[in-house]
């Protein structure tokens, strides 16, 4: 009943690793992040090679035991004085641990959820050590309490230069931002601050802060701290929202003007659009309907029927912070940007990728509401960019997103 996605129209697209649509897009993700370092193919094909459709538990060791033994090989590198090959082995732990991570919610508990985090982010934290490129930690002022960050440099920078600020997705961890954007970025001369926000990774599994669908009051605190920090051009800063960010990044932008250029990796419009799918057409109704005491019985009957999916809604439902399943889609319904998105007068560019699985046609409808602040680039399978956020084609997405944003930011400094 609750899928992870929907099925994909085109045959070559779902031919691939895994039958199971999240599954193989999971394995997609980790051959791309090879494009940045995050991951080694070879060590992401091996590692899956014996591991079935619908043996949960290894597939959530598989992951866990590359990432430990990825873990030792960057600790004995380190050791030995080799910096750049333990920073390299450390980010790919990192990469390998975040699998693991998501792996949880097809196992019964999440017992193992959060040690396994921890040793994620150990390893993240000896690759910012280590890495080649200045990188500090910082702690942004947030409400009543602050939000981890990483600032990253070009090496030997001076003066000024443009920032690009990342904002993640639902369950994203801060290395695939790394991989997916943060060392282009620095590659070309930007700095880059990567930071957990309200329900995202640290936020979420160590204080437990939930999401919110206003996110202009997450982003605008983010900007407040990044225009103090030194290298930075007050006048070219941009940002950058993957994933479910393609809605948090949009609806900051209504009320947040003060960013130079964005992108969306997609667009997303209505959020709730990805849950409902996963629903049969008799629960949709009575949601629609607002029959709140049915629809919670039925979804208490549905989710005893099957335990598996009963762990996989409570993962995927525990960022919004919200008891009992009408609620809790009551709440993620509130993430809609239909009422707001004609405000944004930040020039936009929105990715559309062919068989986009969580959202498919938002992106083309975001480009509409925003109107001529939003430039609309296609992604297409014949380029191997097709899937939700292209994860075979970051090094397409970096050139073209860069590309754009050294344009716009060309055009401010005329």
Known sequence: ??????????????????????????????????????????EVLAAI????EHDNVRWYTTWHDLGLRMLRVADECAAAGHRVSAASAYLRASSYLTSAVNAVDGLDSDDALLPTFREHRRA?????????????????????TTLPGWFFGPAHAEGTRPTFVMVNGSDGDVGTLWSWGGAGAVARGYNVLIFDGPGQQSMLFERGVPFR???????????????TLPGVDPDQVVVYGVS???????RALAFEHRFAAAVADPGVVSVIDSWLANFPEFLRKLFETGEKKKFDRLMRVLMRLSKQTGHLYRFRARPYGIDGYYDTLAEVKKYDLTEVAASIDTPLLITDPDDEQF????????????????TLVRFTTEE??????????????????FDWLDDRLAERSR
């Open 49 to 52: 090679a014996a591991v079935g």
């Open 213 to 227: 669908p206003d996110w202009e009051n997450v982003l605008t605190p983010v900007l407040d701290f990044v225009l």
């Open 124 to 144: 993240w934290e000896r690759f910012i050590d280590l890495s080649p490129h200045p990188a500090e930690r910082v702690t942004i002022p947030y409400e009543n």
């Open 359 to 374: 959202w498919p046609a938002q992106s083309p409808r975001l480009a509409e509401l925003v109107g001529a602040n939003a």
């Open 384 to 401: 191997g960019a097709n899937w939700h956020c292209q994860p075979m084609a970051r090094a397409l997405t970096d050139q073209r997103m």
């Open 244 to 250: 479910q960010a393609g809605y948090w990044l949009p």
């Open 1 to 42: 009943m609750f899928r992870r996605n929907r099925p994909l129209p085109h045959e070559a697209a779902t031919r691939g690793f895994y039958r199971d649509t999240g599954r193989d897009f999971e394995v997609r993700i980790m051959l791309g992040r090879s494009n940045a370092g995050g991951t080694d193919p070879g």
